[in-house]
Each structure stands twice: as C-alpha cells, then as structure tokens.
C-alpha cells in the first residue's frame, strides 16, 4: 500500500515490494553475458505467459509503442480494425498516424465485434492485418480471439492483438490460436511498474515485416528479431524495469500461469456478484457494463444509476484507502472501473469492494 491507497486501477496495479527494490541493483553494461543472463531469465519467465515458443521482445516504452510498432511492421496493405472502446479506437487511430489505409468495424461498446461483420468486411477486399483489442480496458468486455484468427487466416489476414489487460490475467494462447502479433504492457495485469512492453511475433509475421517499408527505427521488429536472439534488445533498455521483471517472471513461475488465470476468474466472478447485490440491496440500476459472457478477468467497468457520477465514488474510496478507476472516454461519467489484476488476491478484492460499496451507500444517502 503506497500513499495513495492500495491500487485497484486498471493500471498500474499494485506491484510487490521485493519486486520494487529488485530495481535498486546498480546498472550493467547492456552488451555482455551478464546482461544476456538476465534477459535469458525474462525469456524464461515471459514464454510460459505467452504460452509461446517464439520470443518475447521486450520494448522500453508503454504498451502504446507496441501497438505501433505491430502496424508499422505488418505487411503493406490496408488493415481492418475492429473497434468496441477507447483502446480499440486508439489502435484505429494509430493505423490511420502510421498513414495505413484502415477501415473501422464495429463501433458499438456495448459487445465484442460481431464475427459476421469482421468476415464480411474481408470478403469484400484483402486486408493485411485485423486489429482487435482483447481486454477492452474502457469497458471490460473480453473478445474471444481463437474463433477470429482462424477465420483471419482463412482471409490470408494477419491478427494483431492488444492485450494489455489480458496477457497475465486471462488466457493467451499466442501459438496455440495461431496469433500473429500480442503486446502487452508491465503496468497491468504482470503487476510491474509501467514503461517496458511485452510483445510476440509469429514467424509467419515477422518474415513479411521486412516488406513494410516505413517500419522506423525504434520500433524495426525486424531488428528486435535480430537481436532476441542473442538475448539483447537494439538500443539501451530500461536496465531496472528489466531486473524487476525478471524477479516478478519467478513470482508468477511459481504461482503458475494457470493458477494465475483462475485466481482471476475468481475475482472477476466476486465483482459481478458484488454488483448484483449493490443493484439488489439499494434497487439502484447498478450493472455490469460488459456483457454476459463476454467479460474481462482483469478489469469490470460498472455502469451507474443517473444520480451518481464515476468521480464522486473514485474519491470517496480513495478516502477508505484504495484506488480504483473512473469511467474511461465517452464512459467516464457514466461508469467507474475496477482493476482486480495481477497480483491482488480475493480476500483483498473483498476489502476494495465493501469501501466502494460503503462510499455507493454514503452518496445515495445524500
Ligand atoms: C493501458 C492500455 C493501453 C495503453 O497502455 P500504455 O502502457 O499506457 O501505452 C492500451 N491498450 C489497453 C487495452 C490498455 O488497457
């Protein structure tokens, strides 16, 4: 618990304390073995929750840079984006600054994309790559992305994935569902401090990026191909955010990937029940913004009745100790969000959520 509370935002999430003084080691020389060890070990920690066999890059900016850098590299082509959110939408938005020709699905941020409406778009003209953002952070709605790269594949289309909020928290099944490229960033559900990306490519993806001609510099995947190989990255990481990774790579190792999912099947489970009994015990119309079988194990945004608004019960729990997050985008009044990712157990969910429940009960009294 900081100054500020025990963090339940979306991001950055609470992170361990042996985590946090990992980074007081003093710095090494970026080229040598020793550095090559440590990566080594982040490969280790990194490939189990990726489920991959590929390498993972490790990017020293936000996940923002990733998202990037998975449209700079796809092959030349227009790119279909699949929008239901704020993120969604930023991905969207990246495409188009990056100068691809893109094209908008969806719209509606009440669900997942339609499948129907995705295949539609691609039988009218190739698409390079689909983009799709997994763990819609703006609204907790979860995208299932097997049934979508198989149908992409079908089209010769590449997948791009966000999955910012999901990798660490829900199932990712990079090889398994035959994805192209997954980005995720430290700050979220791998409970690190924010500034490094996570990212993987598939073979297929990356033998074609050398064909997409603006691919930049900082973000060349090519080049970070290159240099994953030999346990480096292409210019100087963040040295400390890379020794916190590699300890909190252990953590996770030793809880196990998929205890790590289920433990946060549980809390995702807790926080809807929660929000039946808000909306039974005070006939306020309290709801789950996502839909029924489409929800996010990391993050569950709350739609309020009209007389609350989401900043009011942000600060009123800040007030009891935690810090939980407002409505995001077009939502942030409407709504408020909690983060029950990474390394938070139930039993502390428990705690948020009676402060929030107390601080709901404190504002309707008014
Ligand atoms: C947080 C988040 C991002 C942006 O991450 P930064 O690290 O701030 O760049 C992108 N997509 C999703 C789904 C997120 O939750």
Redesign the pocket.
Known sequence: MSDFGTFFL??PTEVRRDVLEAMLAPMLPHRGAIFEALFARIQDGLRPVFRTTRPVYVSSS???GL?EAAIRCAAPGPILCMVNGA?SE?FANIALACGRETRVVGGDWHQAVPLDVVESALRERRYAAITV?H???STGTLTSLPELAALAHQYDTAVLV?S??GVGGVPVETDAWDLDFVLT?S??ALALP?GL?FGVASQRYIDQASQATARGLYFDMVEFEEFVHKNQTPSTPAISLLYATAVQGEHIARETIEARWARHTTMAEMTHAWVRSLREETGEPFCVYAPDHARSGTVTAIALPATLKGDDIVKGVARRGFVIGGGYGKLKSSTFRIGHMGDHTPDRLALCLDATADTIRELLAK
Do not use: H, L, N, Y
């Open positions: 979306p991001g936000s996940a923002t998202m993120f930023r953002v763990s819609e952070t966000d910012v909020t960033g700050q979220k924010p990306a």
